[in-house]
DNA sequence: CGTTGATGCAAGCACGTACTTGCTTGAATC
DNA sequence: GATTCAAGCAAGTACGTGCTTGCATCAACG
């Protein structure tokens, strides 16, 4: 039953390298180092190796943000932008062949999709936490923000390899510098300035 | 001598709907309704059709930001952001093959590359013009901006038909969306609220 | 020991794809 | 009217690709 596992795995790695198209069951079952036969004895078909595959593929994004809003808002919001970016770069390209390839294979959307929308509704319901928006205005504008931020993680990770001037922040800083903008839009200041309170250096008076 | 065209255009449309590989000589003479040995007799090779088929797409994308901003920034601005997005949204389905076959075709790199690279320069300078950022954090902090808004139309163009959930503002006002927060984010106030001097309607006092 | 079940190997089938060859057509040019 | 030249058509070649078949191996388990 290994085989299976070595099998999904290999086919998940050489459809990130070319498609799905070029993703041969010949290439898959040598990189798997498996003979080409057990491939479709074990799945019947490419396509349906191909789906199964997909569904092990998930779980790799990042962590989740907090429901309510902690004290230190910087940070939290930092380590949940850095560890949603270092995962989308990671699958990188597994995101771009398959936004290249939706037409042709339909099912895949929810692959996309399905990771994507949580990851933004979750930012949505923080920031409004966070800014408690009156106005219809204001809502929107938070709303808007959150689409900026979630849009600067996305094309930070699809694009710094092909268009690298376009991103000048180095990146293991960058989700840093987003998630500082997104903030400052939000009318959050940054922590690091503000009055610190009862801490054990605290200056009398 | 006009085959040489339908070709080239039949090429560019195929790939951007199914991708290099996807892309059979029969496909494209068939769309440019031309004879398939005609293809090979005018271009040698599927590689050699597909490379001159790429010149031709470059001038699509959009207009230029001017080198001084004008009176009205926010108005120039949107027209910029509006147009490079609509332009962008054109070309989605190319733009996608191409980011995905860029390791198996790398000198497609430069067609992506070299369309995107001029339009953020020209948007860091006009926003520098814009502030005038003083400090170092100040001129950092323009530059991300700037990321953030072409990161915006970016994933706008390229991931609205895909995860539409994450892009609440409809594909005719996000322009607008995205510059007004980027204008607040360089400090610029919006046009509209401010006082409006010697207007007809102006109230006395 | 004999059975079973997963896997490997060699070969092959049917089809698609890039590209070629040889011949015909038909309109423009001298 | 003879020549030329771009283009069509039919057929074919060599190879890649999804998938199948038949048989051998080999470890696990009763």
């Known amino acids: 039953m290994i ?3 070595k099998l999904l795995e290999a086919a998940a790695a050489v459809f990130a390298e070319s498609g799905f198209r070029g993703a041969t069951t010949r290439r898959i079952a040598e990189a798997a180092g ?39 808002v910087e940070k939290e919001l930092v ?3 850095t ?7 990671q699958v990188r390209h597994m995101i771009r062949k398959t936004m290249a390839e939706l037409e042709e294979h339909p099912e895949m959307t929810e692959f996309v999709c ?36 979630s849009s600067a993680l996305f094309a930070d990770a699809l694009g710094r390899d ?7 922040s180095p990146p293991n800083t960058a989700a840093r510098k987003y998630v500082k903008v997104f903030l400052k839009l939000l009318g959050i200041a940054p922590a690091r300035p503000r009055r610190r309170v009862a801490l054990g250096t605290g200056r009398a008076r």
């Open 3 to 5: 085989s299976r596992q």
């Open 34 to 72: 498996v003979n080409e036969v057990t491939l479709f004895r074990l799945f019947g078909s490419k396509q349906q190796l191909m789906a199964e595959a997909f569904e092990c593929v998930h779980p790799l994004l990042g962590n989740s943000l907090p429901d309510e809003p902690s004290a230190d």
């Open 79 to 81: 380590a949940w932008a």
């Open 83 to 89: 560890a949603h970016l270092d995962g989308m770069r």
């Open 114 to 149: 399905d990771a994507k929308t949580p990851y933004f509704q979750q930012l949505v319901s923080y920031a409004t936490l966070l800014r408690r928006p009156a106005t219809a205005a204001e809502r929107e504008e938070t709303r808007t923000a959150c689409t900026m931020l």
């Open 162 to 168: 092909v268009v690298p001037t376009a991103y000048p």
